[in-house]
């Protein structure tokens, strides 16, 4: 495969295949000079003294369209050339394609391509009045020419009639398709560990022909995990919620290679991409979106990546393989820390008026240090603070201890002693936050109970 270069100025006809305007059997309407008229042909242009261009419907007497539901006769009322002026990128490569047919019989006319005034004949067509003869080539753009006609004269035609002759019909000429892909993340971001960003990759076709069997394929981020359920052509063909099963519909998720992978285009299938036309027709062109968590691992980093489609031009002899990059999307991470505390006492029972000792330590797993650590462990009733041992402050009166930073896998540890003061079952917690995200909280808190028994009565000063 390769990636074609920077895309050259858009060469694409307008209205090739007379579609515009709807005719019923036949009529002959002014060409695109007269836009002053109610009803007119867009694009084309005739050397025809009275600017005449004749559509005819598919069916009228008996004659089938070769693509679409119309198609033109060259001679009008006067044999006559039908043209386009077009702008375009001196050595540019340009494809050409058309259906011609005879209409009483064997019709020839000529295709002329140039700048204007100066046209060169390309060939000529001579074709019978049973069957449609559909041809290809392609023109390369000489150098200094800003501006080419593109151009069909009428030869000659069966009957003599100057009127009647040279069905023209599927008509293109144009640049190859160009995809243009642009990849975005929402939020923007900076991002939390555990937020879900949901990515979404715009196809544009910036060049003539369409991008056939169009495959949209974007690795997952590394540092994030796909989020099942989420696949969707948001706009364009075939739009909708797409299931995560390959074979299924036009998107599938590929869990070996953790990768999205959307068929796009009209026609597109759960098997093959389909044909995305220009922006000429298409402006918007189609939108896919997936979503991803952010993983633990990706805290303090920055999640990035890239999109893909491989896509193929036609308008050749032989398919033309080629692939679109998207821009490179880069979401910022916050750091984050996932704190852990553990409280033990040096015994489950004691008396009145004996020392509990507890013992507190706050763990950080990471991914990044931590900072802000605080531990909350607020003695209750029932006991009285008598000292503390610790890597950072502890506060009696409100309980707080102030660890402060708390690099990757670390630990903190806080021994605290109060006296027992009331008989009961005494329960102390301890909880432990920091600055940043914590990724997994079920761990924050822990607790202990102590048995407080009464205190045994005093000896008798009495007994002998």
């Known amino acids: 495969m390769t990636t074609p270069p920077a895309a050259p100025l858009r060469v694409a006809l307008a209205n090739g295949s007379f579609e515009q305007p709807v005719v019923t059997g036949v009529e002959i309407l002014p060409d695109a000079s007269q836009t002053q008229a109610s009803k007119w042909v867009p694009g084309w242009l005739t050397t025809a003294s009275d600017h005449r261009i004749e559509l005819w419907h598919s069916g009228f007497q008996g004659v089938p369209a070769a693509h679409g539901a119309q198609f033109a006769e060259l001679n009008a009322n006067e044999v006559s050339t039908l043209y386009q002026d077009l702008p375009t990128t001196p050595r540019t490569k340009l494809y050409w394609r058309l259906y ?5 019989g064997d019709d020839t006319m000529a295709l002329d391509i140039g700048a204007p005034g100066s046209t060169v004949e390309q060939r000529r067509f001579t074709d019978g009045n049973t069957a449609w003869g559909y ?4 023109y390369t753009v000489p150098a200094g020419q800003t501006l080419t006609r593109f151009a069909f004269r009428s030869i000659s035609a069966a009957g003599g009639n100057r009127g009647i002759g040279n069905f023209l019909d599927g008509i293109f000429f144009g640049t190859a398709a160009y995809v243009v892909l642009d990849k975005t993340a929402i939020p923007a971001g900076p991002l939390e560990v555990g937020d879900v960003v949901t990515y979404r990759i715009t196809a544009k076709n910036e060049g003539g022909g369409g991008a056939e069997n169009l495959i949209l394929t974007d ?7 796909y989020l099942p359920g989420s696949l969707r052509i948001v706009g364009g063909p075939n739009a909708g919620a797409k299931s995560d099963a390959q074979g299924d519909d036009q998107a599938y998720y590929d869990a070996q290679g ?5 068929h796009l285009g009209n026609g597109a299938t759960a098997a093959d991409g389909g044909s995305l036309p220009s922006t000429e027709t298409l402006s918007a062109g189609t939108m896919v979106e997936y979503r991803a968590t952010i993983d633990r691992a990706s805290g303090g980093q920055q999640i990035s990546n890239t999109a893909t489609a491989s ?3 036609r308008l050749g002899d032989t398919p033309e393989h080629l692939t679109a990059t998207s821009n490179e999307q880069v979401t910022q991470v916050k750091p984050a820390a996932d704190l852990s505390v553990a409280k ?5 029972t004691v008396t009145v008026g004996q020392t509990v000792t507890y013992r507190i330590t706050v763990h950080n797993a990471g991914p990044n240090d931590a900072t802000g650590v605080t531990v909350t462990d607020r003695l209750p009733d029932g006991l009285t603070f008598l000292s503390a041992e610790d890597s950072g402050s502890y506060a009696s009166a409100t309980g ?3 660890v402060g930073e708390l690099a990757t896998g670390a630990t903190a540890t806080l021994v605290l002693r109060a006296k027992a003061t009331r008989a009961g079952l005494v329960s102390n917690t301890a909880t432990a936050t920091g600055n940043e995200r914590d990724p997994g ?3 924050n808190t822990d607790t202990v109970s102590v048995c407080v028994e009464p205190a045994p009565s005093c000896c008798d000063p009495c007994a002998s």
């Open 100 to 104: 011609h047919r005879g209409r009483q």
């Open 135 to 138: 041809y290809t080539g392609t």
């Open 219 to 225: 690795a997952i981020p590394q540092g994030t995990t």
């Open 258 to 262: 953790n990768k999205v992978v959307f």
């Open 311 to 313: 896509y193929e031009n």
């Open 344 to 348: 033990a006492a040096d015994a489950t």
């Open 400 to 402: 707080q201890w102030t």
């Open 441 to 443: 909280t079920t761990n």
